[in-house]
């Protein structure tokens, strides 16, 4: 009879912390890329890092991210051509319809806001991990441009494409270049997201993904961007093996839930954020918590010494790291 206690019920996909450019308190992280971007961002900010996540929305696609890129460090400024108006909102074809605006000046506002952001960001960011979501790409007939986002427009507008493993390591090494020519220290960390794009179909879904990965690969290998290894975090991988089950995504199926997101975060943290960053961690979770909780009694003498204790941590922290506010 075989004991269940030695049975290995998952696959480990084996991970060691990285040896150099490990993330701390110091460190200032952009984050490009798909919605699992959003997901790793939001903790990123919840813990308190210097970070930037997706500041033109969520963009699926590596010409997507490369055109943020190229018009970031150009210190684009967007006008009237640049924007188009349907279904009573602003759009711009660069952007999610996050950006989207019931009002004209506001989107160029908006848009040209964060274009600025982002070339500031990048001049100092320490970390770039992009995100990558499908190689599936729509290309709008009127205009030959690749879009990031169609915003409803009707679909006989475009035309859908399959990228090219070599168009996505050329569009990859386009933007490694242009960043390296204003930061030439930043560290790039490359992912694809677990999310499945299902509406492209199964078939062509896992040949996206897969078109994703080579490319990646073959990028961090042509700029020896550290080891791959040690470029590529492999979060598509984690989804798709160690969390074999769907119990670990949201009702839609296709998506990671909150607990699969937590478990890849945890992955992501034990190789890439540097343990002197640890105590630190745990004391802004404490606070966030402090934060969220809701007492029985708010005038309580207790609960208004819990509170004092709360914001001389607050203080405390904030004493330590300026860019730390709660």
């Known amino acids: ?37 959003e997901n790793i961002g939001e903790k990123f900010q919840y813990f308190k890092f210097q970070s930037l996540q997706n500041p033109f929305g969520i963009l699926f696609q590596p010409f997507a991210i490369e055109t943020l890129i190229t018009n970031a460090i150009n210190q684009k400024e967007y006008t009237e051509v640049d924007i188009f108006f349907n279904n009573e909102q602003w759009h711009c074809f660069d952007a999610h319809s996050q950006l989207s605006h019931p009002l004209k000046d506001g989107l160029l506002t908006e848009l040209n806001k964060n274009i600025r952001k982002t070339y500031n960001f990048l ?71 677990p999310v499945r794009h299902i509406k492209d179909g199964f078939v062509e879904n896992t040949q996206s993904k897969s078109h994703l990965i080579t490319a990646i690969h073959q990028t961090l290998k042509s700029n020896r961007l550290l080891s791959e290894a040690e470029g590529y975090f492999p979060s598509y991988e984690i989804m798709m093996d160690e969390l074999r089950n769907y119990r670990f995504y949201k009702d839609d199926m296709l998506h990671p839930n909150q607990l699969a997101i937590d478990y890849i975060w945890g992955k992501f943290a034990s190789v890439w954020i540097h343990q002197n960053s640890e105590a630190i961690m745990d004391e802004v979770n404490a606070i966030q918590k402090g934060l969220a909780h809701k007492p029985f009694n708010p005038n309580s003498d207790t609960h208004q010494k819990f509170l004092f204790r709360l914001q001389e941590n607050q203080e405390a922290l904030e004493s ?7």
């Open 123 to 193: 001049k100092e960011a320490s970390h770039i991990i992009i995100t990558l979501g499908t190689s599936w790409i729509y290309r709008h007939i009127e205009t030959d441009q690749h879009v990031a986002n169609c915003h409803k427009v009707p679909q006989k507008k475009f035309l859908k494409e399959l990228l090219s493993v070599n168009q996505i390591s050329e569009s990859l090494d386009a933007t490694v270049s242009l960043v390296k020519s204003i930061n030439p220290n930043a560290q790039f960390i490359f992912t694809v997201s």
């Open 320 to 326: 330590i790291f300026s860019h730390i506010t709660f």
């Open 1 to 37: 009879m075989i004991s269940l206690n030695n049975l290995n019920l998952q696959t480990k996909i084996p991970l060691q912390p990285q040896r150099f450019n490990q993330i701390d308190y110091n460190s200032k992280v952009l984050l490009l890329g798909s919605c699992f971007s």
